[in-house]
């Protein structure tokens, strides 16, 4: 069965960094497209990055230099890697898997079969 646990949020002032954690059990992460995304109080969620199952990565936005979502296939998890910290950031944050063996291709839009149960980010001073 599959399962993803996310971890490393919490409250961190702005201009700070954090990193999450999506510690993944029950599938191999070449097999999966993984998704990070993130709801805030009032709002949709909505995709920040994914990685495909070959380790090509994503970004809702190409442009932004703030977010880098990586992994290690040795410890089952993704990371995904938060800089320069704004109040807008602060949402619960998951992790997502869908079956995708050996493609390039992830998508950021909520199209993933399992689900993480989310973790809080607040930034805020």
């Known amino acids: 069965q599959l399962h993803l646990v996310e971890s490393g949020g919490g409250l961190v002032q702005p201009g700070g960094s954090l990193r999450l954690s999506c510690a993944v059990t029950?599938?191999?992460?070449?097999?999966?497209?993984i998704g990070w995304f993130r709801q805030a109080p009032g709002k949709e969620r909505e995709g920040v990055s994914c990685?495909?199952?070959?380790?090509?990565?994503r970004y809702k936005d190409p442009a932004q230099k703030r977010i880098r979502i990586s992994r290690d296939n040795a410890k089952n998890t993704i990371y995904l890697q938060i800089d320069s910290l704004k109040p807008e950031d602060t949402a619960v944050y998951y992790c997502?898997?869908?079956?995708?063996?050996?493609?390039?291709?992830?998508?950021?839009?909520?199209?993933?079969?399992?689900w993480g149960q989310g973790i809080q980010v607040t930034v805020s001073s």
């Open positions: 997502a898997a869908t079956l995708r063996p050996g493609s390039p291709l992830c998508t950021t839009l909520p199209q993933y079969s399992d």
């Open positions: 029950g599938f191999t992460l070449d097999d999966y497209a």
């Open positions: 990685i495909s199952s070959i380790g090509v990565p």
